[in-house]
């Protein structure tokens, strides 16, 4: 069959069949890709959201787990913690309730009260014989005529200063709860009662119960004591509370504490790993709801892929609709070559789309992945413009504490509030996050002390306000609290009214030195943190009166005059005497920030002139000054004379060392030649350092020494104490060694005669040029046979006594001081010194 000229050839045309062959398959071929891109983008979509559904039910599962699984298990082991702490307490104060009601009766009882009445104690005692038979844990009960209170050290249940206290109480019908007492190994409850126990407002006696501890503990351990710790504690007017006894183990868990009425005492109960399993929630029902969740999720997602990435259909709802550009390369494909030229070329904005193309925000498109360019940097940080340190003065940065006037050019409120940033940051920079404040009564330590601590809680750092106490409060606080060993202390010591400076003590460690340098360095670069701490109000007083009663025992009463130059030792010393059983003189110990009977320095003679005075008037055992800060000591004995704090050191070295033969003493290098001997002679190791609180301080960490004192009367007792510098401490240590020997003052003193010596002399010179002068006597200074020590300004020793001139750190001055066999030897060793000293700067006023 022929063909007509002009027609189509098409099946019979076998080179025309394959090309049509051809141009169908790479038409597929692209349809498929795009199938292909289809199904990625649904499953990259798929992909998403199922991450997103994981990481929802992850943050699900952990809220849901807490809710369901924790807190119910943290509440379960609360509540039954709460049940075993109030179950215990509730048995205690069933028993301690029995035994008050049959002290009551006993105090009721006919004769009882007729022989106290008539002050017979004997015939009270055998009467309380008879009606006391019977009370099984009683140890001791006794009828105490008013007025006839006494210690009583040797007895099975001692009276001491707290059975007094509550005896008087109960005399004048005041409230007498149950207190505990440690006695040997083991501790007592203690009951009192007026006898009458109703009447006039004034009681004729009491009764004082002394019951065994061990009674209280059989009722606690009448618990299953598997289940945790009961720790039984005592409580007056602080929140510390002293541990009685304790019974049980447990450490697995948060405590719990519960009080048990009308007594002091309290449960402390702490769960142990047992209780924790008991209280352990099983995750059932949170596994379930977790795992609905979590399939619904991951079907959610599948639902949401599929609705979201879906083909465009056609008319008839099936087939995957080619995109534009598909369809029109089709067409130029099945067009001859010629048509080509004339056909129009596709919009570049439909080459760069397909079917699949969403429109992503610039936010999505980083959450999902989807932007290729690089990742945008965050704005760098903005630099704190440089400090200006033209008003932070140098001078006022000292050896061992920060101190100067308080002035424009010293130190201010802003001062104060700089010195605040930068004792937070370094606390918080050394692993505590909390410091203690005190302050003593000058008349700028309040704006200065609330400066401080605005200073303080900026940087985050928590403050415990301690109040107006003595330094060595502040110690004590530091060792005691239990959530920082880091504390500073507004005082200038014993400074003059216009003068105000910082204590600090950072982690244990007094700063001196370097790190005050370091403190001041902090503070011009502004390497402060930010934040914002809480201050609290706590007050320690209470504590650290019954600490010291605690630790020392006077054996016999004696009378005191106190004078506290009207700093803040006034507001304490008093009482600490008194509750020790002193009869207490006090003088100048109303706070009074202007001083104004004298300077509160014990370490020069004039201003101890009125405690000498009224001494003598009262006819009292003996007087103690305390400095500015209570942190110093100097007494005086009725004859008017002055013991100095070398002389005071020989008592108390020759007392440790009877208990701790070969310990260390340390001594600064204004003390005499004779302590260093008498040290020897008792079996001790002398040790001679420099002057300063925290240099002393620091070296007796060092070498473990029990005890150690400067001349200016710090005294540093580590045996039975902390180590650091306590002149109300130290006072009451003394009265303890005098009533044990009794002795006299005087007599106890004369066992340690001391070389004729001088005070210290002050010779004034500029802040600026003080130690470059010392280093020049040093290095110039002819002594001749003399032995020089440098350890702290210039000591030279000779065969027949010694001279020292040092750079004072609290002040602009210079220090010396003599000691020899005779007055002569001093005057020529007063010569000597002058001569030295004059070579070095001739407009020196060199009085002495």
């Known amino acids: 069959m022929s063909n007509k000229p002009g027609d189509e050839q098409t099946t019979n045309d076998p080179a025309t069949a394959e090309q049509g062959k051809a141009k169908l398959t790479r038409g597929e071929k692209r349809a498929q890709e795009a199938t292909k891109r289809f199904h990625a983008r649904r499953h990259k979509a798929l992909a998403i959201m199922v991450g997103l559904s994981l990481v929802l039910n992850a943050m699900l599962a952990l809220w849901l787990y807490d809710v369901m699984v924790e807190q119910k298990q943290r509440a379960r082991i609360e509540q039954n913690s709460q049940e075993y702490a109030t179950g215990a307490a509730n048995r205690l104060q069933r028993i301690i309730e029995q035994w008050h009601a ?32 019977g ?121 719990i504490t519960a009080k048990v009425p009308g007594t002091y005492l309290s449960i402390h109960f702490t769960p142990s790993p047992l209780l924790i399993d008991n209280a352990n929630e099983l995750p059932g029902l949170w596994l379930l709801v977790i795992s609905l969740c979590t399939t619904a999720g991951l079907a959610l997602s599948l639902i949401l892929a599929r609705i979201l990435i879906r083909p465009k259909q056609g008319p008839t709802g099936e087939g995957l609709v080619l995109p534009k550009q598909y369809k029109d390369t089709q067409a130029a494909e099945e067009s001859s070559d010629d048509d080509i030229a004339d056909t129009p070329q596709p919009s570049t904005l439909y080459q760069t789309q397909d079917i699949l193309d969403i429109s992503v925000v610039e936010e999505d498109a980083d959450i999902l ?71 003593d009564d000058r008349t700028h330590s309040p704006e ?91 007050d320690i007083s209470a504590d650290y009166i019954e600490r010291i009663f605690s630790d020392v025992a006077l054996a016999g009463q004696l009378s005191v005059v106190i004078d506290a130059g009207n700093a803040v030792a006034g507001r304490i010393a008093p009482q600490l005497f008194e509750e020790l059983g002193c009869d207490v003189v006090p003088l100048h110990c109303e706070p009074d920030g202007t001083f104004p009977n004298h300077m509160p320095d014990p370490s020069k003679p004039e201003n101890l002139q009125d405690l000498i005075a009224k001494v003598q008037e009262v006819g009292a055992d003996l007087g103690v000054a305390f400095d500015g800060d209570g942190d110093r000591v100097v007494v005086v004995t009725p004859a008017g004379s002055i013991i100095w704090p070398d002389q005071l050191l020989m008592l108390f070295a020759k007392d440790v060392l009877s208990r701790n033969p070969g310990a260390d003493v340390l001594f600064d290098v204004k003390c005499s030649k004779q302590l260093n001997q008498l040290i020897s002679s008792y079996g ?85 040029e003080k130690f470059a002068f010392i280093e020049k006597l040093i290095e110039q200074g002819d002594f001749q046979t003399g032995k020089a020590t440098t350890i702290d300004g210039l000591r030279v020793d000779f065969a027949k006594g010694w001279g020292l001139v040092r750079a004072s750190n609290t002040a602009a001055e210079l220090t010396l001081r003599f000691e020899a066999e005779n007055e002569a030897t001093i005057e020529k060793l007063k010569q000597l010194f002058k001569r030295e000293l004059r070579k070095i700067n001739k407009n020196l006023n060199l009085d002495f």
Not at 460 to 468: A, K, L, P, R, W
Not at 739 to 746: C, G, I, N, Y
């Open 102 to 133: 049959e002290l009551q009766k006993w105090a009721n009882h006919p004769a009882v009260v007729s022989s106290i009445k008539t002050g017979d104690t004997d015939v009270a005692q055998q009467a309380l014989v008879g009606i006391t038979q």
């Open 135 to 255: 009370s099984d844990a009683l140890v001791a009960v006794r009828a105490i005529p008013k007025g006839h209170e006494a210690l009583v050290t040797d007895h099975a249940a001692p009276i001491g200063y707290a059975e007094l206290d509550l005896i008087r109480r109960s005399t004048r019908r005041q409230e007498t709860l149950a207190e505990a007492a440690p006695h040997d190994n083991s501790w007592q409850l203690q009951l009192a009662a007026p006898i009458p126990p109703e009447g006039e407002k004034t009681a004729a006696g009491s009764l004082l119960a002394s019951y065994d501890g061990q009674a209280l503990e059989a009722k606690i351990a009448d618990t299953n004591i598997a289940m945790g710790e009961f720790r039984l504690q005592q409580t007056f007017s602080s929140p510390r509370a002293l541990t009685v006894a304790t019974t049980g183990t447990g450490n697995a868990g948060p405590s």
């Open 369 to 439: 992945g989807l932007d290729s360019a690089a990742p945008r940097k965050k704005a760098p940080a903005a630099t704190k413009a440089a400090t200006k340190t033209d008003n932070l003065p140098d001078e006022i940065f000292r050896a061992y504490d920060i101190r100067g006037k308080v002035d424009a050019s010293g130190i201010t409120p802003d001062v104060a509030q700089r010195i605040g940033l930068a004792l937070g940051s370094e606390v918080q920079d050394q692993g505590e996050s909390a410091i203690i404040v005190a302050r």
């Open 448 to 538: 200065l002390c609330e400066h401080l601590i605005n200073g303080i809680l900026d940087t985050g750092c928590d403050v415990i306000y301690i109040g107006e106490v003595p330094t060595p409060l502040m110690h004590f606080a530091t060792a005691e609290i239990e959530q920082t060993s880091s504390g500073v202390m507004v005082t200038a010591s014993h400074n003059g009214p216009e003068d105000n400076g910082f204590k600090i003590v950072i982690s244990g460690e007094n700063l001196s030195d370097s790190g005050i340098k370091d403190l001041r360095s902090r503070i011009t670069q502004e390497r402060f943190l930010e934040g914002k701490g809480r201050q609290v109000r706590e």
């Open 684 to 768: 001790g190791r002398p040790i001679m350092w420099k002057t300063g609180h925290s240099h002393m301080k620091s070296k007796m960490v060092e070498t473990g020494a029990l005890l150690g004192g400067e001349y200016s009367g710090h005294i540093f007792f580590k045996e039975r104490w902390y180590g650091f510098d306590d002149g109300l401490y130290a006072a009451a240590r003394l009265m303890e060694i005098i009533t044990l020997r009794d002795q006299s003052v005087d007599e106890a003193f004369a066992a340690f005669p001391m070389l004729p010596s001088t005070p210290e002399y002050r010779v004034a010179i500029a802040d600026s």
